[in-house]
């Protein structure tokens, strides 16, 4: 599984971006025609390649994390896991039903995914702390 985030075209004299500032904001039509955005297209490759990296990682972490200690977490863990994976598929599906199958659609939410792997290794470690303390009282 690849997530990229794709690249940016150049927006010169043919794109509406390229209107839309000669348009309304004539102070910054200078910059943006000498910037890169406007000049070539921007690629994000180091962006892409930690995303596909730190990815995989995280959902191996959050199944290893509940299959182990599932008695551990409270429901809020397992609720908010449940809407994560839930929110993935339902904006993969809405993307590809009513506009194109493109990585960067689905780039926007998979975050999340390593978002729950730090909150699920959080909870963890603060609770193993806590029960490294108990012992100790």
Known sequence: LTYNIGGLTPMMESSPVFRGIKEFFPYDFQQYISSNQAKETQRFETVNSIQNVVLPVSVIII???????????????????LIVFLGQLSNAAACSFFANMVDRYQSRIIWLIPLLALLLLTFLIKTKIQSINSKFQ
């Not at 551990?72 to 863990?77: E, L, R, T």
């Open 63 to 81: 199944f290893v994390a509940i299959i182990i200690f599932f008695n551990h977490f409270k429901n809020i863990f397992l609720g908010f896991s």
